[in-house]
DNA sequence: GCATGTTTGTTAATAATTACACAAAAAATA
DNA sequence: TATTTTTTGTGTAATTATTAACAAACATGC
């Protein structure tokens, strides 16, 4: 019964239709075809029947898609529907702009601990949630069954601690170090390497000064 | 004399090149061909040789590549070899954590000032930069000939700033908010959408799950 | 209820990306 | 110095991704 696997270029384009389709529902929009959401996106009407296709029919011939059915299919998708419990290992300000960020709650991921090594954070708050020290996270993460864990810590800490997390059963890291990690194919792991984007960017000022 | 486009692909590849170099090179690795460098970052030695020859031939036959050469050659590449200047657009938890980021001193941004509208963070300290009011922003970025801004401020907030950065020639933003933004072309954009990299990351959790 | 227009789902064509393969060049070795 | 080994640069093949095209399905209006 293996199903075709879909390409992660299709998935990545997936949280921007998402975001797209919850502004229509938000103005009321009803129903949209390609032709539209592909003005409004600047992406091509086909890419995008295309894309949906992935997952079996969404819309229908002379209609359209119906916006709010549309959200809610890939919602689901996503894994959005459900809730997914995430702790957050760094509490230093990024640790903390992302705890706070409450969009994310909104979206179904549940704010469950933060940790750090620094004793002068222990007992603060983020949100409603206390810092603990780093060693009992192992514990917390059994005990809690988080699901994803953040990473937000200095490059050479998020190896070691990639394979702690690996341990206790985590199974998602959402990796923010500049690093790559090494963990079991069973665990998923997302990174957010900011200086890459930034180098990325400072590539397409020198292109287009070059190019003038 | 239109030199090739080269492929966005190639260049978001290029800073894990410029990190994987660099640490070699801080190991004291003088050397390395192609198939070993394939071997630890985990892609075909045929993409990093092509990926080389974009911008003409750094290695030699027989012998491979330079780490130091390749080192620097790729940080011209990617301008990091220059400085640029940068501003921070929201001084709240992301933001800090952005500015506070000593690496990005390191590869030559500039950290020179921070704004937001809270008159309670006014004259605050991010390292040794005044947070100030940003009223005053349009005018600190035309005087100081800023290149860089970085939007950590809330979507709705995000689209009119974009606007007021594209009036006093602002080179590039990078944008943390999440929307995207509509600026003229030679304005660079490089957007940082944390949420859909979360999506992403929570698809991958439910494929696997199902998969099993 | 029929004709007309719209829009999807899907197949085909094109474009882009990645991997393969090997000659040419240099290094290492004998 | 001659020979063997290594390894790049690069042309070509294979794969993947994107765009175009169109028949089938449905909606709309008369």
Redesign the interface.
Known sequence: MA?KEIS?AV??R???Y??YLGDLKEKGVERISSQELSSIMKVTASQIRQDFNNFGGFGQQGYGYNVSYLYEEISK????DKQ?SLVIIGA???G???A??T??TR?G?VFKGAFDCNPDLYGTRIRDVEVRPIEEMESFVKDNKI??AVLTIPKDQAVPMAHKLADCGI??I?NFA?V?LEVPD?I?V?N???????????????R?EN?I
Do not use: T
């Not at 998708?77 to 959005?80: D, E, F, Q, R």
């Not at 957010?192 to 020198?206: A, E, F, G, T």
């Open positions: 199903e992660q998935i990545a997936l949280p921007r998402f975001r998708i996503l894994g959005i997914h230093g300000h990024l903390k702009a992302i706070g960020y969009n994310f979206r991921f699901e994803i199974k998602a959402w500049h790559d069973k998923q997302e957010v390497h900011l200086s890459d984007s930034l180098m990325k960017l400072s590539y397409n000022i020198n287009y190019n």
